[in-house]
């Protein structure tokens, strides 16, 4: 209270200058340092830098002290951002028919990112296996396998689909598939809220405090030299 009133009694924009930058520090430290360590905590992450290159701070401007406000959150219109409120507060994910499997992964491992050439934008042509024919339902996959070709996509007829890439073609054991991702059209999940941002801006905030004194002190300090 005393650095608010001294601040109120030197210039009419010093207090909320103080206040602009107490905010936009505050949403800074979330973006730099808390938001990171707290999704490190909730997330594999297969690519570190999403977090921080996909979020953004709006800064606090004006001098109404009543509406100056800075906010922080995540910018694009990719799958993985758009999911970012889900997995916050909780709820269905959707558009999730296919999920891939640690073979589609950089060195078949769960911590890593799919392979650019196993991506599903890179998948094209899939043959599914249950509109081919054959008695029985391996023939029909081998079938559909074959009209793949090597290098193209197969889906499964077995209970749990799956989308295969065509490594090597033949009748029995000539057919060489690697397994991509798991298939379930309209499929969605039901995913926990990590409440991840909203921790970080509670640790974040803890601070705030702290960092009005600072700024006060700064902007009293160059107004009385």
């Known amino acids: ?25 505050t949403a800074l430290d979330v973006k730099k ?11 594999t992450q297969r690519k570190p830098s999403f977090f921080k290159s996909k979020s953004r701070v709006q800064f606090a401007k004006g ?13 694009g219109n990719d799958q993985a951002v ?11 994910i959707d558009g999730r028919a296919f999920i891939p499997m640690d073979t589609a992964r950089t060195s078949g491992s769960n911590q890593k990112l799919v392979k650019p050439n196993n991506r599903l934008s890179s998948v094209k042509n ?15 996959f081998i079938h559909a396998a074959n009209k793949a070709g ?12 799956i989308l295969y890439r065509v490594d090597a073609v033949g009748s029995g054991s000539g057919v060489k598939l690697t397994a991509l991702y798991s298939f ?7 995913v926990e809220g990590t409440g991840f941002m909203k921790s970080a801006s ?24």
């Open 1 to 25: 209270m005393v650095f608010t009133n001294k601040l109120h009694a030197i210039s009419r924009s010093a207090l909320p200058q103080a206040i602009r930058n107490t905010l936009n520090g």
């Open 126 to 140: 899939i043959v599914n296996s249950n509109t081919m024919e054959g008695k029985t339902p391996k023939s029909k």
């Open 82 to 92: 758009r999911d970012l409120e889900e997995q916050e507060h909780g709820g269905d």
């Open 184 to 190: 379930e059209p309209g499929r969605s999940i039901d």
């Open 202 to 225: 509670l640790e974040s905030a803890d601070d705030m405090n702290n960092r009005f004194i600072k700024e006060a002190e700064r902007i009293l300090d160059r107004f009385y030299k």
């Open 150 to 161: 090597i290098g193209g996509y197969v889906i499964g007829n077995n209970k749990k689909k």
């Open 63 to 75: 001098n109404d002290i009543r509406l100056i406000e800075a906010t922080v959150g995540f910018i």
């Open 33 to 43: 340092n808390t938001m990171p360590k707290h999704a490190a905590e909730e997330f």
